[in-house]
């Protein structure tokens, strides 16, 4: 029972981190200063749990974990956020900060997620099914955040027409506002990419475990990173480009063309993706 508490506070853990990465990943993009905030305190709740942990495992084995590489992985984990939190503080540095996040949410879901860690053998399995519940969750959920996106891009492209026609009426009311309409899909896209990038990160770790020989090059991996490379230029266009718009709005409608390809091609092709055990 005590086992299973602590993993579900693991897991626990590993939830606040997530949404406290995209939080830096939101003040990555637009330097706010709101989420910046509630991303650190976020994340020093994770540290002050992961501390917990670390103290409660020293007292019960009377040694440092540093021995397995399990026990490394869980240390360095709590060494990036400590690194995370000191850097956030007193250096500022926004780009550094949400990267070693990145990094420091990896290497922690690798760690709470490794049934090698696990005493019980049924407990194990459970925790790599859980694994790949939240792998196929947040997957979904992100490309239902890129599919709205989609569909407002796609009524900013018919309002820009109507508008350019000069075609009066209820529809172009019940359109909505350009400036709204484009908000509202980046918006979603900002949730959308790093929704994918933990669902992939989750999923490549449950692939890793649960199947045999596992080709790194199949179509269902390539073309969830590829999904996840044009989404980012969409971003990086957005706000480094300052690229708005007729064209911004076009190209995130294509950018929507590559979910379509890698959830019904891809995914039909893909040697393991449907399989599990």
Request: glycine share 4%; hydrophobic share 55%; net charge positive.
């Amino acid at each position: 029972m005590m086992e299973l508490t602590m993993t579900r506070m693991h897991e626990a853990s590993v939830l606040l981190y997530a949404l406290s990465v995209l939080l830096y990943f939101i003040d990555f993009l637009h330097s706010n200063q709101k989420a910046n905030r509630a991303a650190f305190w976020l994340l020093a709740i994770v540290w002050l749990l992961q501390t917990v942990f670390l103290f409660l495992y020293v007292l019960k084995t009377g040694r440092f974990p540093v021995l397995t590489i399990f026990e490394g992985l869980y240390f360095y984990a709590w060494v990036l956020i400590t690194l995370s939190l000191i850097i956030n503080k007193l250096l500022r540095v926004d780009f550094t900060v949400f990267f070693t996040n990145v990094l420091g949410f990896m290497v922690m879901a690798i760690h709470t997620f490794a049934p090698v860690q696990i005493e019980s053998v049924v407990l194990a399995q459970k925790l790599v099914s859980e694994l790949l519940l939240i792998h196929i969750t947040l997957g979904i959920l992100s490309y239902g955040a890129f599919t709205i996106s989609a569909v407002f891009s796609l009524l900013y492209l018919i309002q820009y027409d109507l508008l350019k026609r000069k075609k009066w009426g209820k529809r172009l009311i019940r359109l909505g506002d350009l400036n709204k309409l484009e908000h509202m899909s980046y918006v979603l896209t900002v949730i959308g990419v790093p929704m994918l990038l933990f669902s992939l990160i989750l999923g490549l770790q449950w692939a890793y475990i649960k199947v045999p020989g596992l080709q790194w090059f199949d179509f269902k991996i390539v073309g969830s990173f590829f999904v996840l490379v044009v989404y980012s230029v969409y971003l990086y266009v957005k706000v480094r480009k300052h690229i708005y718009g007729k064209t911004l709005a076009f190209l995130n409608v294509c950018s929507f063309m590559s979910v379509l390809i890698n959830f019904f091609l891809f995914g039909s092709l893909s040697t393991f993706h449907f399989w599990i055990t």
